[in-house]
Structure formats: structure tokens, C-alpha cells
């Protein structure tokens, strides 16, 4: 998905928001109310996101990152530090890319609705489906359950090597 027409100027220089957010009046209420835009939250809060500016990033939807410390990368499942996924691209565009940090999103192709997915052990920022392809020393991370080809919730879930989990 691409980041044109999908942001404003106000939206990609505010930092970190809640996609598809307005304020929302009540009654005589004018939007900028405290009360207004904690209704507009409730109403439409449907994912934390935030867009980064990286010339010649290289990342594509779907890739999953990491924080180095200094800058974005993507993420890997095979030590403990390169499995410290915090988000998942969603939107990229020429010197920015979209991070979803949780919730829903639409920005996907190719998913398998009702599947969990996870940190690649194998390919840096890549997703697989099936534990069983990951080794006992390799870290289990949970980024996101689909619910149709093209959408999923993001919940990130702890790294914890595969024989935590299975023993």
C-alpha cells in the first residue's frame, strides 16, 4: 500500500496516532473538547501507527522491524535481540515507511484467514505460519493473526526460544 493520498501533512508530522481518528462532538460540543476527542477515540481507535522518514529503506508491507538503537531493521527470530520485533510495516512510500505497532490493518496480500503468524527464523522481516520450522534455539515471536487474505490484528507477543514453549 502506498503512503500517497493516505496521509496529510498534520498526520505525518505529528509523531505517533491513532489511524482513522476525528474528534467527535457531542451536542453544542465544539471538537476541539477534551470529552470530544476522547469519544472520537472510543469511536474509532482502530490501530497505533507511526510514519518514518528513511531514505532508501528497502522495506516492504509485511517486512517486520526492529529498533537498532540508531535505526530501523528488520527483524529475525534466530537470537534474542534480532527477534525484538516492535512493529510491522503497513505503508511505504519514496523516503517513509508506516510501522503498525497494534491493531487492525488492511494493508496486507496473501494472508490465510484464521492463521497466527510469526517471526522468520530463516528470512530477516519475514513471517511464516508454521512453528514447526523453527529450531529449538530459535525465538518464538507472535506478530499477527489474520482475519481475511488482506486484513489482520498485530499483537505482538513476547521472544522466547521455541523450547520455552514446547519444552
Known amino acids: 500500500m502506498s503512503l500517497h493520498g493516505r496521509f496529510n501533512a498534520s498526520k505525518l508530522n505529528s509523531g505517533y496516532y491513532p489511524v482513522d481518528y476525528f474528534p467527535v462532538a457531542a451536542g453544542n460540543e465544539a471538537t476541539n473538547k477534551v470529552s470530544a476527542h476522547l469519544k472520537g477515540i472510543d469511536q474509532k481507535l482502530t490501530r497505533l501507527a507511526k510514519v518514518f ?23 529475525q527470530a534466530d537470537t534474542r535481540a534480532n527477534s525484538m520485533a516492535l512493529g510491522i510495516v503497513t505503508a511505504i512510500g519514496t523516503g517513509a515507511f508506516e510501522v503498525t505497532f497494534a491493531g487492525y490493518s488492511d494493508s496486507f496480500v496473501g494472508l490465510t484467514a484464521g492463521s497466527s ?20 534455539s530459535d525465538y518464538q515471536k507472535h506478530i499477527m493473526f489474520a482475519i481475511s487474505s488482506t486484513e489482520a490484528i498485530v499483537q505482538l507477543g513476547d521472544s522466547r526460544t521455541k523450547a520455552v514453549f514446547f519444552g
Not at 117 to 136: E, N, P, R, V
Request: aromatic share 12%; no cysteine; charged share 20%.
Open 53 to 75: 522518514s528513511k531514505v532508501s529503506h528497502g522495506f516492504v508491507v509485511k517486512d517486520v522491524l526492529r529498533y537498532s538503537g540508531s535505526d530501523w531493521v528488520k527483524a
Open 117 to 136: 503468524y510469526y517471526l522468520s527464523s530463516s528470512a530477516a522481516g519475514g513471517l511464516i505460519t508454521d512453528l514447526a520450522s523453527l529450531a529449538d
